[in-house]
C-alpha cells in the first residue's frame, strides 16, 4: 500500500507544478494570440454601421454608487458611479462562441463612443482606459457593453428662495463630443438610473427624471440624454442652528416689557444684545451661501426676528420718554406772579391755607411745605400759577398711565404677533405642497 501511494502522490504533485509552470504562460499568450486573432481586419477608427448609412444607437443606463457633498455655495455636486454603454457591432458577430471581457489597454482595439458630461467641471470620463476602472464585455452576437467607473463634479444650479426648506433638482447630461446625430443616437435603456446609497447629511434622495434631446451647435446637432436627480433639504440642522436659537433670541426681547421703566440703562442694553445677536445669526448663515441677488426664506424669518427686536427697543424709548416726562412734572414748581385767575384752576371745594402778610405789600401761601406762591397784594382774585401748569399736573399722571398701558399691550401685543408670524411663515414655506420647485 505505501509503495504505490507514494508514486500517486508524486505524480499528483508533479502534474500540479507542471501546470503551474506550463499553463498560466500559455493562458497569457492564448490571451495575446485570442485577440490578435478575434480583431484581426477590423478597423477601430471607424464606427459600426458606418456603411450603411444610418446613425448608431447607443443605449445608455448608469449605476450611481454615492452623492458626494452638494455645495450651494459653490452651485456644484458630486457624483461617483458606473457610467454604462450598450450597442452592436455587427462587424464582431460571430467570431467567438462565448463572451469576451477586455479592459484596461485592451480596450483600445474596439471602437468606443465618446461621450462626456455637458455640466461637468472635473471629470475623469475622458481619460484613458489604462487609468480608471472600465471594462468591456462582447458577446457572440456582437452585442457590446462598456462600463466604465466615473467620478463628475458637477454644476447645479440652485433656486435658494425657499432655502433651508427647499427642494433641488441637479442633473448630469451626457452627449457625444465628436458624433453628431448622423453618427450617434444616444438613449435611455430600460433600467436607466439606479442609486445606491441614498443616504446624505442635508438632503434626501427622492427619485430622478429622465429626458432625451438634441443639443443645436454651430457644428452640427448632438443627441443628448439628462438624468435629473431631486433632492429634499434636511432642515432638522437648521432648526437646531438658527430657528430655535432665533426664537429664543426674540423671547428674550420681551424680557424688557416686564422691567423698571426708569432702568433705561438695562433695558437698552438687553435689546441691543438681542439685535447684536440676530445679525450674528443672519452673518454667518450667508457666510456660506452664494452672494444671491433675491432673499432666502431664512433670509425673511431673521429679518422678521430682527424687526420685532428693534420694535422692542423702539417701544424701551418711547415707555422711557414718558417716564421721564411724568417725573419731571412731579418735580416741586416755584410759581411766579402774572398768572391766571384763581377762578379758572381751583373750584369752591378747594381750602387755601392762612395767609401770611408782610409789610411790602406781598402775600405767601404755604401748600403742604412744598408749594410756595408769591402774588401782590393787589391780586388777592389771582392765584399766581405759571401758564400751563394745570395741564401739566394733569399731563404727568396721563404720561405715568400711558407707559404703563404700553408695557401691558406689549406683554400681550409681541407675543402674539410673533406667534402669528410663525404659523403664517411656516404654512407657506414648510408644508409639503409648496416645497416643490
Not at 102 to 113: A, H, S
Not at 334 to 363: C, D, F
Request: hydrophobic share 40%.
Amino acid at each position: 500500500m505505501t509503495e504505490v501511494y507514494k508514486p500517486c502522490a508524486l505524480s499528483a504533485t508533479s502534474s500540479f507544478l507542471i501546470a503551474l509552470l506550463l499553463i498560466s504562460p500559455g493562458m497569457v499568450m492564448c490571451g495575446s494570440n485570442l485577440l490578435t486573432k478575434f480583431f484581426a481586419g477590423y478597423d477601430k477608427a471607424v464606427r459600426p454601421d458606418f456603411d450603411k448609412g444610418k446613425p448608431l444607437t447607443i443605449v445608455v443606463d448608469m449605476y450611481v454608487e454615492a452623492f458626494g457633498n452638494i455645495k450651494e455655495a459653490n452651485m456644484e455636486y458630486l457624483v461617483y458611479g458606473y457610467f454604462r454603454q450598450r450597442w452592436k457591432d455587427s462587424r464582431l458577430t460571430g467570431r467567438l462562441n462565448y463572451t469576451l471581457t477586455i479592459k484596461g489597454g485592451d480596450i483600445d482595439n474596439i471602437w468606443v463612443p465618446d461621450p462626456y458630461c455637458y455640466n461637468a467641471r472635473e471629470s475623469n470620463m475622458m481619460l484613458l482606459d489604462t487609468q480608471l476602472h472600465s471594462r468591456i464585455s462582447i458577446d457572440p452576437s456582437g452585442d457590446v457593453l462598456y462600463s466604465k467607473g466615473v467620478t463628475l463634479l458637477a454644476s447645479c444650479n440652485m433656486d435658494l428662495r425657499r432655502f433651508p426648506l427647499d427642494s433641488q433638482s441637479c442633473c448630469l447630461k451626457f452627449g457625444s463630443y465628436g458624433y453628431t446625430t448622423d453618427h450617434i443616437i444616444f438613449e435611455w435603456g430600460p433600467a436607466a438610473v439606479v442609486v445606491g446609497s441614498k443616504e446624505m447629511a442635508q438632503f434626501e434622495y427622492k427619485g430622478n427624471n429622465l429626458s432625451s434631446n438634441i443639443a443645436e451647435f454651430s457644428t452640427g446637432n448632438f443627441s443628448t440624454v439628462t438624468v435629473k436627480f431631486l433632492f429634499e433639504r434636511r432642515v432638522g440642522y437648521y432648526l437646531i442652528q438658527v430657528y430655535l436659537p432665533d426664537i429664543f433670541v426674540v423671547a428674550l426681547s420681551w424680557i424688557v416689557f416686564w422691567m423698571d421703566k426708569t432702568e433705561m440703562g438695562d433695558r437698552m442694553a438687553l435689546g441691543i444684545t438681542t439685535i447684536l445677536t440676530i445679525m450674528f445669526l443672519l452673518g454667518s448663515l450667508n457666510g456660506s451661501m452664494p452672494r444671491v441677488s433675491y432673499p432666502k426664506a431664512l433670509d425673511w424669518y431673521l429679518l422678521v426676528s430682527f424687526t420685532f427686536v428693534f420694535l422692542s427697543l423702539i417701544e424701551c424709548m418711547i415707555v422711557f420718554i414718558f417716564t421721564l416726562k411724568s417725573n419731571k412734572d412731579k418735580a416741586p414748581t416755584k410759581y411766579k406772579p402774572n398768572a391766571i385767575p384763581l377762578s379758572r384752576m381751583v373750584t369752591n371745594e378747594v381750602k387755601l391755607p392762612p395767609v401770611k402778610h408782610h409789610s411790602n405789600g406781598i402775600k405767601k401761601i404755604q401748600i403742604d411745605g412744598e408749594l410756595e406762591v408769591v402774588y401782590p397784594t393787589e391780586t388777592t382774585n389771582r392765584l399766581p400759577i405759571d401758564n400751563g401748569s394745570p395741564r401739566d399736573l394733569i399731563g404727568g399722571s396721563y404720561r405715568r398711565t400711558a407707559a404703563d398701558s404700553i408695557d401691558k399691550a406689549s406683554r400681550v401685543l409681541f407675543p402674539v404677533l410673533f406667534v402669528i408670524y410663525n404659523i403664517v411663515y411656516w404654512a407657506v414655506y414648510a408644508l409639503p405642497g409648496n416645497k416643490t420647485q
